[in-house]
Nanobody, 120 residues
Framework: QVQLVESGGGLVQAGGSLKLSCAAS????????MGWYRQAPGKQRELVAT???????NYADSVKGRFTISRDNAKNTAYLQMNSLKPEDTAVYYC??????????????WGQGTQVTVSS
């Protein structure tokens, strides 16, 4: 059993900052890439940022220069620092992890999501 638990969402004014955390736990042998995705009402889920176990990052154009993804491999935790937030960043943010379980099975796990609301 693998669990991803997000935290850190909330309500913030435009221009403000939030930091999301995603902690993975359970029968994990190794985590490869971790990522953050978001889904706004009426829209499809979209990539926000990803990070490999070696620290290579990738960002959606809409968040480049404002968001920073990082991870602590020892804690199986990923973070998303979000600065200069805009109302269009409002969405449910989901964490994902590509990992190998202790049973040797590759899987892509998802968290339950955390709401981020940016007021204008």
């Amino acid at each position: 059993q693998v669990q991803l638990v997000e935290s850190g969402g909330g309500l913030v004014q435009a221009g403000g900052s939030l930091k999301l955390s995603c902690a993975a736990s359970g029968s994990i042998f190794r985590i490869n890439a971790m990522g953050w995705y978001r889904q706004a009402p009426g829209k499809q889920r979209e990539l926000v940022a990803t990070i490999t176990s070696g620290g290579s990052t990738n960002y959606a154009d809409s968040v480049k220069g404002r968001f920073t993804i990082s991870r602590d491999n020892a804690k199986n935790t990923a973070y998303l620092q979000m600065n200069s937030l805009k109302p269009e960043d409002t969405a449910v943010y989901y964490c994902s992890a590509q990992l190998i379980t202790l049973a040797g099975v590759w899987r892509n796990s998802w968290g339950q999501g955390t709401q981020v609301t940016v007021s204008s």
